[in-house]
């Protein structure tokens, strides 16, 4: 199936959101490799779209649970809802790069401990923080931000993904769809990837303005440290990798809109 023009505009932000989640999308499947492999390199500006449609259903699951149970079961149930919908695709990445960067101490060794499907102590320990700290974070949330918060921290851990992909090379040897979706991402995605996120961010940046604030220039720290670990360790970014700044943006957005500032 060759993509005609109307085509190369839809398939890209479609083909985002089969790449993030569980949600099976009519007719990518009739879509040559070739295609496909073009088509995920235009996809990455849209994976804050994705994000923030998937922060629109964890959110609307989070608000309904709220009129039948207290906030942390409401919490645990958006949360184990998330999990379905997005496979724990980040949470899993999470496990991985605390895994490999814990046990590894070279590049190789790091990189085969990533791709192993077991999970150790590390990544364990890592996972269980982060997922504890996110539901913490939820359950902290002011009331009025559950909805903009959720969502803006979807969109946006999405959105920080593509920054390392964006400036950093596939680490020398190392093959999976990162590394191919890499060699074509570079800051025309990343600009478009911060026009997409805009609809899903702006509504938490209105009511909680400092708090949008914090959170940047927290991302902005902490890219900045990821980028040079990264390039220091493995000399390029892996896909776990994207999946874990995706996880930290979350919660970045989500510490932002729980501070005592707020308060």
């Not at 009129?67 to 409401?74: I, Q």
């Not at 980040?90 to 814990?102: I, M, P």
């Not at 969502?151 to 596939?170: I, N, T």
């Amino acid at each position: 199936m060759t993509l005609n023009r109307h085509q190369n505009l839809i398939v890209p932000p479609l083909l985002a959101i089969q790449f993030l989640t569980r949600v099976p999308v009519p007719g990518l499947s009739r879509l040559r490799p070739d295609d496909v492999q073009a088509g995920l390199v235009r996809a990455v500006m849209w994976f804050p779209l994705a994000g923030g449609l998937v922060g629109l259903v964890s959110a609307g699951i989070l608000i309904g649970a709220l009129e039948l149970w207290p906030r942390m079961v409401a919490v645990l149930i958006a949360l184990i809802v998330e999990a379905r919908l997005t496979g724990a695709f980040h949470e899993d990445a999470v496990a991985d790069f605390c895994d490999g960067f814990g046990g590894g101490s070279t590049s190789q060794r790091i990189h085969e401990i990533m791709k192993d499907s077991r999970i150790g102590a590390y990544g364990s320990v890592g996972l269980m923080l982060a997922l504890g700290l996110r539901a913490a974070l939820l359950v902290a949330l002011p009331e009025h931000l559950i909805l903009p918060a959720l969502v803006a921290s979807c969109a946006f851990g999405r959105w920080l993904a593509v920054v390392p992909r964006a400036v950093l090379p596939s680490p020398p040897g190392f093959e999976g769809m990162a590394s191919r979706i890499a060699a074509g991402t570079g800051r025309r995605q990343l600009a478009g990837a911060s026009l997409v996120i805009l609809p899903f961010v702006l509504p938490f940046a209105w009511l909680a303005p400092v708090a949008a604030i914090g959170a940047l220039l927290a991302a902005a720290v902490f890219i900045w440290w990821l980028c040079a670990f990264l390039h220091r360790h493995l000399g390029g970014v892996t896909g776990d990798c994207l999946g874990f700044a995706a996880y930290v943006g979350q919660l970045l957005v989500l510490l932002a809109a729980s501070a005592r500032w707020l308060m």
